[in-house]
């Protein structure tokens, strides 16, 4: 279970604080996905990194009862100088996960073949984002966190991380956020809104369409 | 399926020794590569540096007539500057380059400095005891009189250098002011930071001044373990586990205010 109490955030502008999240309660349960929705600028990718634990709440609570992922695909974090293999062993030692074993399958999926033993400097943006993703898969997560479904490599490799990600994994929960509504209709449970800093939760991802689609007007 | 529970004291502390851990092997082959001699560098590197000053400090006779051994004199003083010195100025500028980093939850603007600071202390502790054996070995210095007070001198530097590369670190990050003058605050230091002199040379007057600085007291401490009875050396231990104290609480308290602001971005 995951569960947000009261959670607040304001960044700092030069316009004074910007309340981005006024009291977001939100509970995820094993194996649940689900959609957030929100124009843009809503908050949903605060709301994401601050349940990931990339940032900090200004005030409220957060309980990972699940192991939960990074933000998905995240390829930010690479050090160009060391080589793809490096990198994914640093993943493993933060994580705790063994990198001998995460190894063949990084090699495998990606398909950066004797690439992975370069530097990841001198890589693609593609083969940064295969990479990405690979090593996403390659540690054990029980929640994964998508922001915007990712579109890595071309339509084959697209449909090998969708099959990966929502076939293999499908006994996982999901946090999806996504402008394409076919996306989280095909593979959410239900949806949440977020509006003026608040989720209002739906049991039914139509409904929450509803809502979504009149606040748009 | 594998939970990470991070409830209990002991359980994040394994964690952040992972992390710190993870951040360390990183650390080192981003620094030094894998070509020719790679990591050896860490501690390599002080090693011609001290060597060079104990060279030095020989040719020019910079113990001034007071028939300390200039060898030794050299090498335990330039020794402890190189661990402050480096491990402090690696601290500057150690968020910005690894700020991506922070997207795992476990990895804290804390485990940077932790991380830096370990690789410095380490890399200054073995090229010290390496110069030393050496020197030892060629005949060049006798072995340390009181091996015990060294050593204890020797790692109340090691903490004297996190607690201000906390600060430091913490300031750089605030404001890239700090991370450009660290280096030239440095230099400006040397002179008095206590590496080139003992406080028994020092006229009289100025002594009781000089007993102020963390540093000096760590070479005294240091250099009295090495030398025994044969110099006179002014040191207060309490006085430097203080100071050591409030530079690290107060690191600290600055750092988890950095935190905040660097994980709002």
């Known amino acids: 279970m995951i569960s947000l109490r009261d959670v607040t955030k304001s960044y700092t502008t030069r316009h004074g604080r910007h309340q981005v999240l006024r009291g977001v309660n939100l509970h995820i349960r094993p194996g649940e996905k689900v959609g957030i929705l929100g124009r843009n ?25 699940l192991a939960v992922s990074w933000p998905l695909a995240f390829a930010g974090a690479f050090q160009g100088s060391l080589t793809g293999l490096d990198n994914l062993r640093f993943v493993c030692r933060v994580y705790g996960a063994d990198h001998r074993k995460a190894t063949p399958f990084v090699e495998e999926f990606s398909e950066l073949g004797k690439f992975l033993r370069e530097p990841v400097k001198t890589y693609s943006s593609g083969m940064r984002a295969r990479l990405a993703f690979a090593m996403s898969m390659a540690i054990e997560f029980d929640c994964f966190l998508i922001d915007e479904i990712i579109a890595v490599g071309d339509s084959r490799f697209h449909a090998k991380c969708e099959h990966e990600l929502f076939e293999r994994r499908k006994d996982r929960a999901m946090i999806i956020v996504s402008h394409e509504a076919s996306r989280i209709r095909q593979h959410c449970d239900r949806a949440c809104v977020l509006s003026d800093g608040v989720i209002h939760e739906f049991d039914d991802v139509e409904q929450a369409y509803q809502l979504h689609d009149a606040s748009m007007q | 399926m594998t939970t990470y ?52 400090w020989t040719a020019i006779h910079a113990t001034h007539g007071s028939g300390v051994p200039i060898v030794p004199f050299a090498i335990t003083g330039y020794a402890g500057v190189l661990l402050w010195r480096n491990g402090v100025g690696r601290c500057a500028d150690a968020v910005e380059p690894n700020k991506a980093l922070l997207f795992h939850r476990n990895v804290r603007v804390l485990d940077f400095f932790f991380a830096r600071l370990l690789l410095e202390i380490v890399g200054a502790t073995a090229s010290f005891l390496l110069i030393a054996s050496g020197a030892i070995f060629l005949g060049l210095m006798k072995f340390p009189a009181d091996l015990g007070q060294m050593l204890a001198g020797w790692m109340l530097l090691a903490w004297y250098a996190l607690g201000l590369g906390l600060v430091v670190g913490a300031l750089s990050e605030r404001s890239e002011l700090m991370d450009r003058i660290w280096h030239p605050i440095t230099y400006l230091y040397f002179p008095f930071s206590g590496a080139g002199y003992m406080v028994s040379w020092l006229p009289l007057k100025w002594q009781k001044y000089a007993e102020y600085l963390p540093t000096v007291n760590l070479n005294e401490m240091i250099r009295g373990g090495y030398f025994g009875g044969a110099v006179e050396v002014h040191f207060d231990v309490f006085y430097l586990i203080k100071a050591n104290l409030i530079l690290t609480l107060l690191g600290l308290a600055m750092v988890a205010d950095v935190s905040r602001r660097v994980e709002g971005e």
Do not use: C
């Open chain 1, 41 to 65: 600028g809503a908050g949903k990718s605060t709301l994401i990194r601050i349940i990931s634990g990339a940032e900090l709440p200004d005030a409220g609570s957060i309980h990972r009862g």
């Open chain 2, 5 to 56: 529970q991070t409830s209990s004291l002991a359980a994040s502390l394994r964690i952040q020794a992972r992390v710190i851990w993870a951040l360390v092997l990183r650390e080192i082959i981003t620094r030094y590569g894998r070509h020719n001699i790679g990591f050896l560098w860490l501690f390599v590197e002080p090693m011609l540096f001290t060597t060079g000053i104990a060279a030095l």
